[in-house]
């Protein structure tokens, strides 16, 4: 039987007790993982009230906080994905592949990413000597690696579970942060945002070339479209599978939109 949003035998007034209790029974490790990210960013936090040093105009450590924000949501959101899924299957060997192949590339990058912050260098577009242009290289290996995962998932979901509204939302986001991530950060890859800390929290710069707004809609396509999949089936299936395809469609042409808005004009 697939996994549900409640756990069995408990009180149904504690939705958000029991699929923590669901997460950390059935899917250990990734939420091990998430809870390490969100651990490892209160020190980080500190760092950055107290440390006055900047990269490219931006505080030191901003970039890895906002990496271990977004890699324990996408573990807590793979996390719940995979509890969807019977309970033989999660303990297949492809999940388990998955699993620590998530955990390995985000452990790398928040990794790199916090020691250049600790040594006041750059992480990305660090191209000055043969060994950060190397790990630049790998940074890049390792984030398609990591949303290559969401299409496998996604494949077993297919495979293992009833053709519901939210099922073809969480494998149309699956697939999307996959196909949207490598497309943007193939861009990104090549351009470099504006220097200078941009928009509150986020640092974006709506008015620059900068592809980082695309790139945030593309990774968290994870759980975006899942979220209106479950309001959607909520409401009524049935309207539910007529939405579900504009809804993606308004997606991606949101995701389109960014991406021309961020690419340099031609003088």
Known sequence: MAGTLVEPGLSP????LQLARRLYRDQRSLVLFALAMLLLAIPTLAALALDPRTVHGVANWAKPLKFMASGALFALTMAWIVGLLPQAQRQSRTIRALTWLVIGTMSFEVGYISLQAALGAPSHYNTADPFHAAMFGLMGLAAVLLVATQPVLAWQLRRQLPPT?????????????FLLSVASGFLLGGLQPPPGSGMPVAGWHLGGPDLRPAHFMAVHAQQLLPLAGLALQQLRPRLGRVLLPPLV???????AGLVFAGLPRAA
């Open 165 to 177: 509204v939210l099922v073809h939302a969480v494998v149309a986001g699956l697939w999307l942060t």
């Open 249 to 255: 469609t308004a997606y991606v042409l949101a995701w």
């Open 13 to 16: 007034g504690r939705p958000v």
